[in-house]
C-alpha cells in the first residue's frame, strides 16, 4: 500500500520496541522485572561464580551508596561530561546532518568523515585523546563526543534524504518557498529517523563516558566501579553498573516520549 | 462543447482572457531525460477552460512527465507552457497538483492537510481552516476534519488530496492518476462525484489516467499519447451527455463504442 511514511524509517527498530513495550499492561511489565531479578536471585545463589553476587545483596549495596552518598557524587561527576558532549554531539550532529541532506556541496564534503567515524572502533581513538587533551575534562567530553555524534549526523542526513519526493513536489507546488518547504515538510517528515538516530547516539554517549572514566583517569561512575571491584565488594560493583545501565535506558525512554509529544501527534495516545 | 461562439474578435487582445482562449497551452514541449532517453516529443496541446481533458496512454508515454511541467514541477528541454497566456517558470497560484501517492502529511489533520496550500501562502488560520472545512465537506469527508490520514482509507485520503487542491482556488486542477492507488469501487463513486463536482466548481481538469473508461467516463477531451518518444497519437472529443444518472454514462452506445475504438488505436503500444 502506498503509505505517506515507509514503515522503516517511521521510529526505527528502537522506537517501536519501547513503543511495544510502554504499551504492555502495567502488569506484565513488572512480571517481567520480577521474573529476571529472580533468576539473578538463583544464579546467585548457587555460587557459580565467587565475583556474581545475589539481587538483594546488589540492591542492598545500591541503598548504601545511595545513602552514603558516594552514588550522588559519582552521577554528578559523570553527568558533566555526558551532558556537555550529547548537548555538542546533538547540536553539531544534526545541523550537520540536515545541512548534508539538504545540500550536496556539504554532502561531498563531510560524509566521508562521518561515514568513517561511524565505521571505526572509536573507543580505541580514546588513548590518541589523552594524548592530545591530557586526562581532564576535554578528553571525557571528547570520547562522548566520538561515540555519539556519528550515528546522530548520519540518521539525520538521511532522514532528510528519505523524505517522500512527492510531499517536496506537493509543498513546492503549492508555492512554497525553500523555508517553508525545509520547517513544515522536510523536518517534520524527518525526526522519526533523527531521533532514531538520537537515541542510538545517546545510548552511545553513556558509553562513551564510562569508556573515558575506565580508560583515561577513573572518576565519577568509572571510579565507583573501578574502586569496588578492586576491593573486591562485587555487589557495590554490580550495583554500580546495573544504575548506570538503568539510567541509560530510562533516559533514552524518555527521549522517545518527549518526541512523541513534540512532533508526533498522530501517535499521541496509541502509547 | 464551445456554447459561445459568437465571441466578438477584438476581445482577443492582450489583456482580456475570453472564455474560448485556451487556459492551458503547450507549445512544442521536448523532454530529454539524461541527455539519451526522449520522454515528451513536439507536443502541441491547447486546454480550453472549463474542460476536463484526460492524458492517456501506456506507461512510459510520458503522462505523467507532461503535467508536471505543466504544473512547472519539472523543466520543459525545449518548448513553452502558457496558461493564461503567461509563460510557466514554475508552480502558481492558478494551478493546483492532486497527487497519485495523495501526498498527505502523517502528522497533520485532515484540515490541516486540506488546508495546507492557504498556510504556505500565509492565510490566517481562522481563514484557511474555514475554507478548507468547506472543501473538506464539499469532497464528503464532514465529521473527519480531527482525523489523522493513517486513520483514513485510501479513498478517503485522496478526497483530502482533492479538498487541498480545491481550497487554494486554483483555475486548473492537474490530477495525476488520482485513482490508480485506490480500489475498484471506491475509484467508481470517485469518479461519479467527480462529475458532481464540476457543476458546482468552475475549473479546468486535466487528468493523467492510464484506464481508457476513466478517461471515456470524465473527459470532454481525450489526449492519446503514444510511448517512447510520447507523442500526441489522436485527440479526441467525446459527445457523451453526462448530465443524468451518473450510471447511465457506463450504459450509453457512444461511451462503448469510444473505449472499443481507443484500445483498438492503443493496442499496438502494449506489449
Given at each position: 500500500?502506498?503509505?505517506?511514511?515507509?514503515?522503516?524509517?517511521a521510529g526505527g527498530p528502537t522506537g517501536s520496541s519501547i513503543a511495544r513495550f510502554s504499551q504492555m499492561?502495567?502488569?506484565?511489565?513488572?512480571?517481567?522485572?520480577?521474573?529476571?531479578?529472580?533468576?539473578?536471585?538463583?544464579?546467585?545463589?548457587?555460587?557459580?561464580?565467587?565475583?556474581?553476587?545475589?539481587?538483594?545483596?546488589?540492591?542492598?549495596?545500591?541503598?548504601?551508596?545511595?545513602?552514603?552518598?558516594?552514588?550522588?557524587?559519582?552521577?554528578?561527576?559523570?553527568?558533566?561530561?555526558?551532558?556537555?558532549?550529547?548537548?555538542?554531539?546533538?547540536?553539531?550532529?544534526?545541523?550537520?546532518?540536515?545541512?548534508?541532506?539538504?545540500?550536496?556541496?556539504?554532502?561531498?564534503?563531510?560524509?566521508?568523515?562521518?561515514?568513517?567515524?561511524?565505521?571505526?572502533?572509536?573507543?580505541?581513538?580514546?588513548?590518541?585523546?589523552?594524548?592530545?587533551?591530557?586526562?581532564?575534562?576535554?578528553?571525557?567530553?571528547?570520547?562522548?563526543?566520538?561515540?555519539?555524534?556519528?550515528?546522530?549526523?548520519?540518521?539525520?542526513?538521511?532522514?532528510?534524504?528519505?523524505?517522500?519526493?512527492?510531499?517536496?513536489?506537493?509543498?513546492?507546488?503549492?508555492?512554497?518557498?525553500?523555508?517553508?518547504?525545509?520547517?513544515?515538510?522536510?523536518?517534520?517528515?524527518?525526526?522519526p529517523?533523527?531521533f532514531a538516530?538520537?537515541r542510538?547516539?545517546?545510548?552511545?554517549?553513556?558509553?562513551?563516558?564510562?569508556?573515558?572514566?575506565?580508560?583515561?583517569?577513573?572518576?565519577?561512575?568509572?571510579?565507583?566501579?573501578?574502586?569496588?571491584?578492586?576491593?573486591?565488594?562485587?555487589?557495590?560493583?554490580?550495583?554500580?553498573?546495573?544504575?548506570?545501565?538503568?539510567?541509560?535506558?530510562?533516559?533514552?525512554s524518555?527521549?522517545y516520549r518527549?518526541e512523541i509529544?513534540?512532533?508526533r501527534?498522530?501517535k499521541r495516545g496509541l502509547s | 462543447?464551445?456554447?459561445?461562439?459568437?465571441?466578438?474578435?477584438?476581445?482577443?487582445?492582450?489583456?482580456?482572457?475570453?472564455?474560448?482562449?485556451?487556459?492551458?497551452?503547450?507549445?512544442?514541449?521536448?523532454?530529454?531525460?539524461?541527455?539519451?532517453?526522449?520522454?515528451?516529443?513536439?507536443?502541441?496541446?491547447?486546454?480550453?477552460?472549463?474542460?476536463?481533458?484526460?492524458?492517456?496512454?501506456?506507461?512510459?508515454?510520458?503522462?505523467?512527465?507532461?503535467?508536471?511541467?505543466?504544473?512547472?514541477?519539472?523543466?520543459?528541454?525545449?518548448?513553452?507552457?502558457?496558461?493564461?497566456?503567461?509563460?510557466?517558470?514554475?508552480?502558481?497560484?492558478?494551478?493546483?497538483?492532486?497527487?497519485?501517492?495523495?501526498?498527505?502529511?502523517?502528522?497533520?489533520?485532515?484540515?490541516?492537510?486540506?488546508?495546507?496550500?492557504?498556510?504556505?501562502?500565509?492565510?490566517?488560520?481562522?481563514?484557511?481552516?474555514?475554507?478548507?472545512?468547506?472543501?473538506?465537506?464539499?469532497?464528503?469527508?464532514?465529521?473527519?476534519?480531527?482525523?489523522?490520514?493513517?486513520?483514513?482509507?485510501?479513498?478517503?485520503?485522496?478526497?483530502?488530496?482533492?479538498?487541498?487542491?480545491?481550497?487554494?482556488?486554483?483555475?486548473?486542477?492537474?490530477?495525476?492518476?488520482?485513482?490508480?492507488?485506490?480500489?475498484?469501487?471506491?475509484?467508481?463513486?470517485?469518479?461519479?462525484?467527480?462529475?458532481?463536482?464540476?457543476?458546482?466548481?468552475?475549473?479546468?481538469?486535466?487528468?493523467?489516467?492510464?484506464?481508457?473508461?476513466?478517461?471515456?467516463?470524465?473527459?470532454?477531451?481525450?489526449?492519446?499519447?503514444?510511448?517512447?518518444?510520447?507523442?500526441?497519437?489522436?485527440?479526441?472529443?467525446?459527445?457523451?451527455?453526462?448530465?443524468?444518472?451518473?450510471?447511465?454514462?457506463?450504459?450509453?452506445?457512444?461511451?462503448?463504442?469510444?473505449?472499443?475504438?481507443?484500445?483498438?488505436?492503443?493496442?499496438?503500444?502494449?506489449?
Amino acid at each position: 500500500m502506498s503509505a505517506t511514511v515507509p514503515a522503516a524509517i517511521a521510529g526505527g527498530p528502537t522506537g517501536s520496541s519501547i513503543a511495544r513495550f510502554s504499551q504492555m499492561p502495567a502488569m506484565w511489565r513488572i512480571l517481567s522485572l520480577a521474573l529476571f531479578f529472580a533468576v539473578w536471585e538463583i544464579a546467585g545463589r548457587t555460587n557459580f561464580n565467587y565475583a556474581f553476587p545475589t539481587f538483594f545483596e546488589t540492591l542492598a549495596a545500591f541503598f548504601e551508596m545511595i545513602f552514603d552518598g558516594s552514588m550522588g557524587a559519582a552521577y554528578l561527576r559523570t553527568l558533566e561530561p555526558l551532558i556537555i558532549g550529547l548537548v555538542l554531539s546533538l547540536g553539531v550532529g544534526v545541523s550537520a546532518g540536515v545541512a548534508m541532506g539538504l545540500r550536496k556541496e556539504v554532502e561531498f564534503l563531510s560524509l566521508p568523515i562521518f561515514i568513517t567515524m561511524q565505521a571505526a572502533p572509536m573507543a580505541a581513538l580514546i588513548p590518541l585523546i589523552t594524548f592530545v587533551y591530557g586526562i581532564g575534562l576535554t578528553s571525557k567530553v571528547l570520547a562522548v563526543i566520538f561515540l555519539a555524534m556519528p550515528v546522530i549526523t548520519i540518521n539525520s542526513y538521511k532522514a532528510v534524504r528519505n523524505v517522500p519526493p512527492s510531499l517536496l513536489d506537493m509543498s513546492r507546488s503549492f508555492m512554497g518557498t525553500r523555508w517553508q518547504q525545509v520547517t513544515k515538510v522536510i523536518l517534520p517528515a524527518a525526526s522519526p529517523m533523527m531521533f532514531a538516530g538520537i537515541r542510538l547516539g545517546v545510548a552511545e554517549g553513556f558509553s562513551g563516558v564510562v569508556l573515558a572514566e575506565l580508560l583515561i583517569t577513573p572518576t565519577g561512575i568509572g571510579d565507583l566501579i573501578t574502586f569496588h571491584r578492586s576491593v573486591a565488594n562485587f555487589a557495590h560493583m554490580y550495583a554500580t553498573i546495573a544504575s548506570i545501565v538503568a539510567f541509560a535506558v530510562i533516559a533514552v525512554s524518555l527521549l522517545y516520549r518527549l518526541e512523541i509529544t513534540l512532533f508526533r501527534p498522530e501517535k499521541r495516545g496509541l502509547s | 462543447m464551445n456554447a459561445i461562439a459568437h465571441t466578438p474578435a477584438s476581445s482577443a487582445g492582450t489583456t482580456a482572457t475570453p472564455v474560448d482562449l485556451p487556459i492551458v497551452k503547450t507549445e512544442g514541449i521536448h523532454k530529454v531525460y539524461g541527455g539519451t532517453v526522449q520522454a515528451l516529443k513536439d507536443i502541441n496541446l491547447e486546454f480550453k477552460r472549463g474542460e476536463m481533458t484526460s492524458l492517456l496512454g501506456p506507461s512510459g508515454c510520458g503522462k505523467t512527465t507532461l503535467l508536471k511541467i505543466i504544473a512547472g514541477l519539472l523543466k520543459p528541454t525545449a518548448g513553452e507552457v502558457r496558461v493564461n497566456g503567461k509563460p510557466v517558470t514554475g508552480p502558481g497560484p492558478e494551478r493546483a497538483f492532486v497527487f497519485q501517492d495523495f501526498a498527505l502529511m502523517p502528522w497533520a489533520t485532515v484540515l490541516r492537510n486540506a488546508a495546507f496550500g492557504l498556510e504556505q501562502q500565509g492565510v490566517a488560520r481562522a481563514e484557511r481552516e474555514e475554507r478548507a472545512r468547506h472543501y473538506v465537506e464539499e469532497v464528503g469527508l464532514a465529521g473527519f476534519e480531527d482525523k489523522y490520514p493513517h486513520e483514513l482509507s485510501g479513498g478517503m485520503r485522496q478526497r483530502v488530496g482533492l479538498a487541498r487542491a480545491l481550497a487554494v482556488d486554483a483555475d486548473v486542477l492537474l490530477m495525476d492518476e488520482p485513482f490508480s492507488a485506490v480500489d475498484e469501487q471506491t475509484r467508481r463513486k470517485f469518479q461519479e462525484d467527480l462529475i458532481r463536482l464540476r457543476e458546482v466548481e468552475n475549473k479546468t481538469f486535466i487528468i493523467v489516467t492510464h484506464s481508457i473508461e476513466e478517461a471515456v467516463y470524465l473527459s470532454d477531451r481525450i489526449v492519446l499519447l503514444s510511448p517512447r518518444p510520447g507523442r500526441v497519437a489522436q485527440v479526441l472529443d467525446p459527445d457523451i451527455n453526462r448530465t443524468g444518472d451518473p450510471d447511465a454514462i457506463r450504459r450509453a452506445p457512444e461511451y462503448l463504442d469510444l473505449t472499443d475504438d481507443i484500445w483498438r488505436g492503443l493496442r499496438e503500444y502494449v506489449e
